[in-house]
């Protein structure tokens, strides 16, 4: 399978999730700058999600999103988790990815402390996610020279330790749901380097797309939407605490197809890359 086929899928994962979100009537969008989006909780969600079915759609495929990276990671490290190089951290990126996914399916179910906790998960994760993923472009040329060090279990192990740990942190610090004296600075920080590492991956993928354009181009795809999750979820956010309609509805209904799509596309990943260990 070259990149073209996995664009393919890509796109075709795109096209059938999209049936899955058609339901949502956009038009009960209804704005109210006095409360929060999350105001009623669980209880009543689609009230306090400005009216929108969306809301259930995004729960579920956050879900998908999680479980779906979570099986890939186990496969995949089962198979080639001794792998010296690459692989180790591209399992920990696509495990990184899920938890974008946990975080965008639990949050709405909790409280202001459980829910800021998650909502910083999910956002950190992206950032951690693309560190990974770099690291696994890196690491695939690395193996072909002499001397290369990569990156030890432990350094993995311990930065995704670290990660529930800050988002803790900061959920300590937030007063409400969506705390926008935190949320917007922290958006911006971390959007920037997500960005800039998801460019470096693309620019790594496409140099090395001659030794393994399976692989590379299954990098280039996911570097591509985790930054543009990243750059929905601040599409999102910006509508929200603008109150602009149109920016948040699109924010909502893309995030939902990225992440069924990227569940997707990991899952024919998992079972391409096990496939063609099997049959070597």
């Known amino acids: 399978m070259n990149n073209k086929d996995i664009l393919l899928v890509a796109l075709a994962a795109i096209v059938l999730m999209y049936t899955f979100v058609f ?45 779906a990276c979570t099986l890939s990671a186990k496969i995949l490290y089962k198979r080639f988790g001794k792998s010296r190089f690459t692989w180790r951290p591209v399992i920990a990126g696509i495990f990184s990815t899920g938890l974008i996914g946990l975080g965008e399916s639990v949050e709405h179910n909790l409280s202001t402390l459980g829910h800021e906790f998650f909502h910083y998960l999910l956002m950190l994760s992206g950032l951690l996610a693309m560190y990974f993923l770099y690291i696994g472009t890196q690491e ?5 020279k002499v001397g290369g060090n990569p990156i030890k279990s432990k350094i ?41 590492l998801a460019a470096l ?36 956010r910006l509508g ?10 699109l924010g909502q209904s893309l995030q939902v197809i990225y992440m069924s799509a990227t569940a997707m596309l990991i899952f024919v990943f998992t079972f391409m890359m096990w496939s063609m260990a099997e049959s070597t």
């Open 23 to 67: 339901f949502v009537d956009y038009q009960q969008v209804t704005f109210n700058s006095e409360y929060s989006i999350l105001e009623n909780q669980f209880k009543g969600q689609k009230n306090g999600h400005y009216g929108l079915d969306e809301l259930y759609a995004t729960i579920y495929a956050g879900m998908i999103l999680f479980i």
């Open 140 to 144: 695939y040329r690395m193996q072909f």
């Open 156 to 196: 993995i192990v311990g930065l995704l330790i670290i990660l529930p740990l800050v988002a803790f942190a900061i959920a300590l610090n937030s007063l409400e749901p969506y705390d926008a004296r935190i949320e917007m600075p922290f958006v911006y920080i971390t959007a920037t380097p997500t960005l800039f």
């Open 201 to 236: 991956t693309l620019r790594e993928s496409y140099k090395q797309k001659d030794e393994n354009r399976t692989l590379m181009g299954f990098l280039a795809i996911l570097a591509g939407t985790v930054s543009g999750l990243t750059v929905i979820n601040m599409m999102g």
């Open 240 to 249: 929200d605490i603008e109150n602009h309609a149109f920016l948040f509805v």
